[in-house]
């Protein structure tokens, strides 16, 4: 696998991981005791921290890119072990 495509991909994750990541630890203003500001929704953060995001974020991707690279190389799970649709060996799929 080149180098670009693997930067590729660990940049899909990474961005798939910052969403995940994003609400752990946040805290609204009402559960953080702190005073709200005129018009500001009752679910908006008080405590968001992006840099803390961004470290949970780089290590989840960091460690699931290491995991995707692993089973690439080592063939651990192939497409034909997630075969769903339990077509019979032999078939033939097609018309006529």
């Not at 991707?61 to 290491?66: A, D, E, P, Q």
Request: aromatic fraction near 12%; charged fraction near 15%; proline fraction near 5%.
């Amino acid at each position: 696998m080149r180098w670009y495509s693997i930067l590729a991909i660990w940049f899909l994750v990474w961005v798939l991981c910052a969403f995940v990541v994003m609400p752990f630890g946040i805290r609204t203003h009402d559960e953080a005791g702190h005073e709200k500001t005129p018009g500001q929704a009752d679910s908006a953060p008080a405590n968001f921290r992006p840099l803390k995001v961004i470290l949970r974020a780089t290590v989840l991707s960091l460690v699931i890119c290491g995991l995707f690279l692993l089973n690439y190389s080592e063939g651990w799970i192939t497409r034909d072990d997630l075969n769903v649709m339990n077509v019979p060996e032999g078939f033939a799929s097609g018309i006529g």
